[in-house]
């Protein structure tokens, strides 16, 4: 006879697969990010004439592919794949309002039988391996009825509410330390091109003779592909902070949609007995 899996056992091996999906989907999107980005870098250079090729990707310098724009295309296009995962966890989050977990009509009292319905099935929809493991609204849900059955005061249950809101939105600002890190090192990126540009040009101006009547051209040429990266860092990291915001505060909407629902359809339709 095969031997039984114990409850507490599936429980702790469910949590390792659903966590090692989610880790895989995280890389997968962050690979497609970093295909987008090359694949950018070689659109440019196919297509982009040579002015907008030197300030973009800097095609004319020795070192070419290997150039601190291209380097700052790629981090670039791995924020952008930081913030398509925040885009994904937060159109989830907001579907799950629409799930029905709790009653919504007019006239429904929870007491103890359908709270304890309402609880068992929070807790295997975001429980280990349920198909909203670590969603917001479920976990919510769950400690609210959790604490409502054992103080019996709707005020307490109202007070962990409040609580549990606010870390899950100290939660949700510490999903972007990633792409805050991103936007500090895009510009990062660009005056050290800066810097190591303006080094070149001076060094080439101490290596040419003086009297040649060219040298002032190619030095502010020279000048002017080092002030490029700068330029393109500071539009880059532009970028990504406008879209960083949108997407975060669309993810704490659907935070504060949760709160709202379990507020209007569980604290408000809390009995005390």
Same mark, same amino acid.
């Not at 949590?15 to 990010?33: M, N």
């Not at 159109?91 to 039988?113: K, N, W």
């Given at each position: 006879m095969a031997e039984s899996v114990l409850p507490h056992d599936l429980d702790r091996?469910?949590?390792?697969?659903?966590?090692?999906?989610?880790?895989?989907?995280?890389? !997968?999107?962050?690979?497609?990010? =970093?295909?987008?980005?090359?694949? #950018? &870098?070689?659109?440019?250079h196919n297509i982009l004439?040579? #002015?907008?090729?030197?300030?973009?990707?800097?095609?004319d310098r020795d070192s070419y592919p290997f150039t601190v724009?291209?380097?700052?295309?790629?981090? %670039? %296009?791995?924020? !952008?794949g930081e913030l398509v995962v925040r885009v994904r966890d937060a159109?989830?989050?907001?579907?799950?309002?629409?799930?029905?977990?709790?009653?919504?009509?007019?006239? *429904? &009292?929870?007491? #103890?039988?359908e709270l304890r319905q309402i609880y068992n099935q929070a807790r295997l929809l975001c429980g280990p391996g349920g198909v909203a493991e670590g969603r917001f609204l479920p976990?919510?849900?769950?400690?609210?009825? =959790?604490? %409502?059955?054992t103080s019996r005061s709707i005020d307490q249950a109202n007070s962990l509410l409040n609580s549990s809101l606010e870390l899950c939105l100290h939660e949700i600002d510490l999903r972007y330390n990633m792409v805050r890190y991103v936007v500090w090192v895009i510009p990062t990126l660009g005056f050290i091109g800066t810097v190591v540009g303006i080094s070149l040009a001076l060094a080439y101006?101490?290596?040419?003779?003086?009297?040649?009547? *060219? =040298?002032?051209?190619?030095? *502010?040429?020279?000048?002017?592909?080092? %002030?490029? #990266? *700068? @330029? =393109?860092?500071?539009?880059?990291?532009?970028?990504? $902070?406008? $879209?960083?915001?949108?997407?975060?505060?669309?993810?704490?909407?659907?935070?504060? @949609?949760?709160?709202?629902?379990?507020?209007?359809? !569980? &604290?408000?339709?809390?009995?005390?007995?």
């Open positions: 091996e469910l949590p390792r697969q659903h966590y090692s999906r989610s880790i895989f989907s995280h890389l !997968l999107i962050l690979f497609g990010a =970093l295909i987008a980005g090359l694949m #950018t &870098i070689l659109l440019f004439p040579d #002015t907008a090729a030197e300030i973009l990707i800097d095609r724009q291209n380097v700052m295309w790629i981090v %670039f %296009f791995l924020g !952008l159109v989830a989050e907001r579907a799950q309002v629409h799930e029905g977990y709790l009653p919504e009509d007019e006239r *429904t &009292i929870l007491q #103890t039988p976990r919510l849900i769950q400690r609210v009825v =959790l604490q %409502f059955q101006a101490g290596s040419v003779d003086l009297q040649d009547p *060219t =040298l002032l051209a190619e030095l *502010t040429k020279r000048l002017g592909v080092a %002030f490029n #990266t *700068t @330029l =393109l860092a500071l539009f880059m990291s532009a970028i990504l $902070v406008l $879209v960083q915001h949108v997407v975060q505060a669309h993810e704490e909407r659907a935070l504060n @949609l949760a709160g709202q629902y379990c507020l209007d359809n !569980l &604290i408000n339709r809390l009995y005390e007995e």
